[in-house]
């Protein structure tokens, strides 16, 4: 059974930083691309960032390009977002997700988290 599994939202100023994790299980994570996306309220879900298997290669869309930086820990099965210089438009719901193949944005995800709320107000 897969099970992605988010932490670490909250609320933060701007400019402030929020690292988000996840805790994934139920498959073989090591062998797998995983990505970020978010859903700010009354839009679309959004594609926020990729990496590779081995954690070498990453794509970040534009939007946090510089400022958010997707990793993850093979060993413990867990996926990282640091976000720094937080903006209010950076404000939703992030999910932490398992996508069927590579692509800016992958074609299709075949599993998702439960998302995490993250609010960046002053």
């Known amino acids: 059974q897969v099970q992605l599994v988010e932490s670490g939202g909250g609320y933060m100023q701007p400019g402030g930083s929020l690292r988000l994790s996840c805790a994934a299980s139920?498959?073989?994570?090591?062998?797998?691309?995983m990505s970020w996306y978010r859903q700010a309220p009354g839009k679309e879900r959004e594609w926020v960032a990729n990496?590779?298997?081995?954690?070498?290669?990453?794509k970040h869309a534009d939007s946090v390009k510089g400022r958010f930086t997707i990793s993850r820990d093979n060993r413990n099965s867990m996926l990282y977002l640091q976000m720094n210089n937080l903006k209010p438009e950076d404000t939703a719901v992030y999910y932490c997700?398992?996508?069927?193949?590579?692509?800016?944005?992958?074609?299709?995800?075949?599993?998702w988290g439960q998302g995490t709320q993250v609010t960046v107000s002053s």
């Open positions: 997700a398992k996508p069927v193949s590579w692509g800016t944005p992958p074609a299709r995800v075949e599993y």
């Open positions: 139920g498959f073989s994570f090591r062998d797998v691309t």
């Open positions: 990496i590779g298997n081995f954690g070498i290669a990453t």
